[in-house]
């Protein structure tokens, strides 16, 4: 009897030592600004970048939500082209456009999300369509709402034509948008995709010139 009484009485030390231990780590967590919450928060992609705000600066953050409206300009153009180009170097052209603006957009999304920015809304035909002269102002090289009418009513030559045109236009302001990021960001990834930017569109500014005719 009494050995069974010792063993109730370790036992219950025992668990007593267990949820004593459990306490003071879970104060001593809490002191030391390591605790759960903070955890969970460094764990998840608003954390990390709340963490890292050092690494990003505002021109970061600007340069992708107008960059972000800009690319889906020139994707919303891109895709006129497979109904209404004649040419197949236009077509071609244009699919690469899209190919490769739509994962940067995405790219783009991401960085505003993980910093805890909003990501611009897709504007809508109408919206579109309305784009005043401030809005291409901010933006070099998009179009206005009469241009992308304009666009959208052509085919054949005259959209390849037109499309060129605008498109070498759109990617010039693109470049410059581009080498702001590039003086003035701090976010390594941006600067890289501005970096990105200028070589690839440089490239097919040279390469519609050469389509429409020009040296």
Aim: some cysteine; overall charge negative; proline content about 2%.
């Amino acid at each position: 009897m009494t050995a069974h009484r010792t063993l109730v009485r370790r036992t219950a030390l025992a668990v007593t030592a267990g949820v004593a231990a459990l306490v003071l780590a879970a104060c001593g967590g809490s002191g030391d600004g390591h605790d759960m919450g903070s955890m969970e928060s460094d764990s998840s992609p608003t954390g990390s970048a709340s963490a890292k705000a050092g690494d990003y600066n505002d021109a970061d953050v600007d340069f992708s939500k107008e960059m972000i409206q800009h690319h889906r300009q020139a994707v919303d153009m891109a895709e006129l082209a497979a109904g209404r180009a004649s040419s197949q170097e236009v077509k071609d052209l244009a699919a690469k456009i899209k190919g490769a603006q739509d994962p940067e957009i995405r790219t783009m999304s991401g960085w505003l999300t993980s910093w805890g920015e909003e990501v611009p809304k897709k504007m809508s035909a109408e919206m579109s369509g309305g784009m005043d002269h401030d809005m291409s102002a901010a933006m070099p090289g998009m179009m206005s709402g009469q241009d992308l009418d304009k666009l959208e009513k052509a085919s054949g030559t005259e959209f390849d034509k037109t499309f060129l045109t605008m498109m070498v236009e759109h990617h010039e302001g693109a470049i410059e948008m581009a080498k702001t990021e590039k003086t003035d960001g701090k976010y390594g990834s941006a600067t890289k995709l501005a970096d990105d930017v200028v070589t690839a569109q440089t490239a097919e500014i040279k390469q519609m010139n050469e389509m429409l005719g020009k040296s």
